[in-house]
């Protein structure tokens, strides 16, 4: 009997360490498959999200339905979905202007991209090949540097995308929730900061891309720190009613570091400050 209690010990003990094994770095996996591997598992979630980190945008979850007095508040600055007339939409003339306004009434043009697009380090977590205008990406180093020292790892989720990225993300999502649904917290091709490449998703935690990102250490490490680096939260919670879109704590833009001390220190939301800076459409 005693073969069989110790063989039943070294099975418990494998057992155990067996467990440990999966939540641990895999041998010989670099960090960005470990991050890849990461965001999988995070859009592997049942709400239906495309999996992969090539759709690694806003996870929805449960989109709450707009307040009542929101949705009193909300004609005419957002645009009703389904009749989105691109005429009417003012054309950003410059997108390398680092306070152009983009908005659900604004938009890129289809061809515009930066030309100082630089990849961002690999220590960062990219969760794929990822880039930022250089001077973002300057910055973003910095921050990066200074929430290390603080004990924060961001991981950096999606960086720039080009608008016919955006068009098929922005596509998958309405496929799957409905046009009007996905625009509450994906934007329709041309109307993405990302386009513009100074915005940046932060991630690293097991709440990325969702609400609960703001109550992370991350979440709030960057809420403090962020303008100090050029960097303004671009969808704050509770202003789906201003902004058009629904609280998205990990989702931030470069606009320099005195037009974001500027911001921080108005108590606006990023739209409503650069509302008051001169903007140039075509
Ligand atoms: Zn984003």
């Known amino acids: ?151 924060v790892t961001p991981h950096i989720l999606s960086a720039y995308r080009s608008y016919d990225y955006q068009a098929v993300l922005f596509q998958s999502y309405a496929d799957t929730h409905g046009e009007e649904a996905a625009n509450r917290f994906s934007a329709r091709p041309g109307q993405s900061e990302h386009q513009l490449g100074t915005a940046v998703d932060f991630g690293g935690t097991p709440f990325d891309l969702t609400a609960d990102f703001a109550d992370t250490e991350q979440g709030h490490w960057l809420a403090e720190n962020a303008h100090i680096f050029g960097f303004a939260l671009s969808y704050p919670e509770g202003k789906e009613h201003i902004t058009g879109y629904v609280f998205e704590p990990w989702h931030y833009r470069y606009i320099g570091v005195d037009a974001a001390v500027e911001w921080k220190e108005s108590g606006k939301t990023l739209k409503e400050y650069l509302e008051t800076k001169p903007q140039y459409f075509d």
């Open 1 to 151: 009997m005693r073969w069989m209690i110790i063989a039943a010990i070294i099975l418990w003990v494998f057992a155990i360490t067996g467990c440990a094994f999966v939540t641990e770095d895999e041998p010989g996996e670099s960090a960005a498959d470990k991050a890849d591997r990461e965001t999988v598992k995070v859009f592997s979630e049942p709400d239906g999200e495309p999996s992969g980190e090539k759709f690694s945008e806003a996870s929805p979850g449960k989109l709450k339905p707009l307040p009542e007095a929101d949705k009193a508040a909300e004609a005419p600055s957002i645009q009703r979905p389904g009749i989105v007339n691109r005429d009417e939409l003012k054309v950003i003339a410059d997108g390398d202007y680092l306070l152009a306004l983009v908005t659900k009434e604004t938009t890129l043009r289809s061809d515009y991209q930066p030309d100082d697009l630089k990849a961002v380090p690999d220590y960062m977590y990219p969760s794929r090949d990822m880039k930022l205008r250089k001077e973002a990406l300057d910055h973003l180093i910095k921050l990066w540097h200074a929430a290390k020292e603080d004990g």
